[in-house]
């Protein structure tokens, strides 16, 4: 049996007819970049997420980069961001000649660590962005009570997270000022390329990045602003009309996979509970651990990754690949510990908690299509691991 990481032509297969449609759809009317479908697409995003304002734009990194433009981040100023993230996270704030400062992880969620937050907080301080990383929220409440005491902005990066939720039910990237979301194809929903969305329930920032999206020119070709090309095209968007409707369902099934990983390594033995961080007992396996044993909350956690832990990652990884087992490590390599990063003057063992996710974190296939004997045979074989 072969399980891969992740088999898109099982869902385009599934939605073939309608998708095939709606390219050829955009194909006649030959109209490409921003338009109806993308108009179309932002109200769907808007009635789905449940937020005022919704704009497509040409990738989740882009939706960060515009997000950061709007906030008017300028040079020098310092923006909090967790350690363990996508790079575009930290990537983008130094493109703007910005300062990323880096905070340490839960290392039961994977998610920015709340209370190291308001330790890093300057009088550079502009922004913080949590990450709701793997699909799961960050813990919001308390990283918006330390926004509003110290007047800073919110930017989520919810790019792994469409329709998660965070514990009162708001959708994550309508909490803080502004929302940055990614349809990559591995993204819970994903279009035929590149795109992204930004989100925003305050009407001058809604303004402001409709404007930087099209190079800050309102009118046309008059302008008091610098933008960029953020443009999302027709077709990206047509293709995300099509999907929005299956996401919720597509999510169900990756909570499902979820489920039934975590019953089949307790059933075999290789974890006793759900997500202790430590090997010290008999555990081999540490398992996602449902955030209200810890936090006394529930979170709606969209599984975009399932990440176990592992003793012996690297040899784990090197025998699941052997058996025709996907999987991938997000991420090997915390930002304090990027080269490009040198000039922040981190080093090793200044975020334990990272560095530990970084060394023993690898994720397991779980997207919507796998079949429960796929689940079981992965977890056979880590046992087969585990007990050699
Ligand atoms: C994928 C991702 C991004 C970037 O999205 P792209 O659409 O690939 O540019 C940003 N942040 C996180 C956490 C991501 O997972």
């Known amino acids: 049996m072969t399980v891969p990481l992740l088999d898109l032509k099982l869902q385009y297969k599934s939605l073939k007819k309608e998708l095939d449609e709606a390219l050829i759809k955009v194909a006649e009317s030959q109209y490409f970049i921003l338009g109806p479908e993308v108009e179309k697409m932002e109200k769907a995003f808007s009635a789905y997420l449940g937020c005022s304002f919704s704009l497509g734009v040409s990738s989740?990194?882009?939706?960060?980069?515009?997000?950061?433009?709007?906030?008017?981040l300028k040079p020098g100023d310092e923006v909090i961001v967790p350690t363990y993230s996508f790079f575009a996270t930290a990537g983008t704030i130094s493109r703007l000649n910005g300062i990323p400062v880096l905070v340490d992880i839960d290392p039961v969620t994977f998610n920015m660590e709340p209370k190291e937050i308001e330790k890093k907080i300057t009088s550079k301080t502009k922004a913080i962005i949590p990450v709701h990383l793997y699909g799961q929220s960050a813990d919001m409440n308390e990283i918006m009570k330390i926004a509003k005491k110290h007047n800073l902005k919110v930017i989520e990066d919810a790019a792994q997270a469409?329709?998660?939720?965070y514990k009162d039910g708001k959708c994550v990237g309508t909490i803080g000022d502004i929302g940055c979301f990614s349809f990559f194809p591995s993204k819970n929903l994903g279009c035929f390329g590149d795109g992204g969305l930004v989100t925003t329930n305050d009407k001058t920032l809604g303004e402001k990045l409709n404007i930087l999206r099209v190079h800050g020119g309102y009118p046309k070709y008059y302008h008091k602003i610098i933008g960029g090309n953020f443009r999302l095209d027709a077709l990206q968007a047509a293709i995300l009309n099509v999907k929005l409707p299956y996401l919720d369902s597509w999510s169900e099934k990756r909570r499902q996979n979820a489920s039934d990983y975590t019953r089949f390594f307790i059933e075999a033995g290789l974890a006793e509970e759900e997500g202790k961080i430590n090997f010290d007992s008999k555990?081999?396996?540490l398992l996602p651990k449902p955030v209200y044993k810890q936090f006394g909350f529930k979170n709606y956690h969209i599984y975009n990754q399932y990440i176990i832990r592992a003793e012996k990652r690297d040899e784990l990884r090197k025998f699941l690949s052997d058996n025709a087992i996907g999987n991938e490590i997000y991420y090997p390599v915390p930002f304090h510990l990027q080269e490009c990063f040198s000039n922040l003057n981190y080093k090793l063992k200044d975020f334990p908690l990272a560095e530990a996710a970084a060394d023993t974190s690898i994720a397991l296939p779980i997207f919507p299509e796998l079949t429960k004997d796929q689940i079981k045979f992965v977890v056979q074989k880590i046992e087969e691991f585990v007990k050699k």
Do not use: E, V
Request: hydrophobic residues 60%; charged residues 15%; aromatic residues 0%.
């Open 283 to 285: 555990n081999k396996i």
């Open 162 to 165: 469409i329709g998660a939720q």
């Open 60 to 72: 989740g990194t882009d939706a960060l980069l515009i997000a950061l433009m709007a906030i008017d």
